[in-house]
């Protein structure tokens, strides 16, 4: 949240844009001199460019006296929002212990430890669930 609003004459469109003005020039400058900014005016195209291709979008609200905007949290998979019937399925499972092993993916799915394996391999490759452990004591969460 920034206190204040925009700044006068600019408005949300204009940021949108890549319009910008700074409130303070000389820590504008700082910044920029330290490399902690890249150039004026690209952060909120960066940002709006960096959720292309996810169904949830940053929200801007602006007052006369506030500036904010909510980053929804791209990690976080809802359910069934691009998960297969089985990926669905072991997150069901896994609302309800703490951990789960590929025998439980294997009895829970009714498929073979190769097509168990599988899906879970594929599961934690998109980060949707994490191995912990190895060998014998390999569990997901």
Do not use: C, H, W
């Amino acid at each position: 949240m920034s206190i204040g609003g925009l700044i006068k004459g600019i408005s949300i469109n204009d940021i949108m844009f890549g319009i910008s003005l700074s409130r303070n020039v000389k820590l504008a400058n700082v910044f920029y001199r330290l490399k902690l900014i890249e150039t004026y005016g690209t952060g909120m195209q960066k940002i709006m460019e960096s959720y292309s291709n996810y169904s949830k979008k940053p929200k801007v609200d602006v007052s006369d006296n506030a500036f904010r905007i909510v980053l929804p949290n791209t990690n976080i998979i809802s359910k069934g929002e691009n998960l297969s019937r089985n990926e669905q399925a072991i997150l069901e499972l896994l609302e309800n212990k703490d951990s789960i092993a590929r025998k439980d993916v294997e009895i829970l799915l009714s498929v073979s430890q190769t097509m168990a394996g599988r899906v879970i391999r594929n599961m934690v490759k998109k980060g949707i669930i994490v191995l912990t452990g190895n060998g014998m004591n390999t569990k997901y969460v």
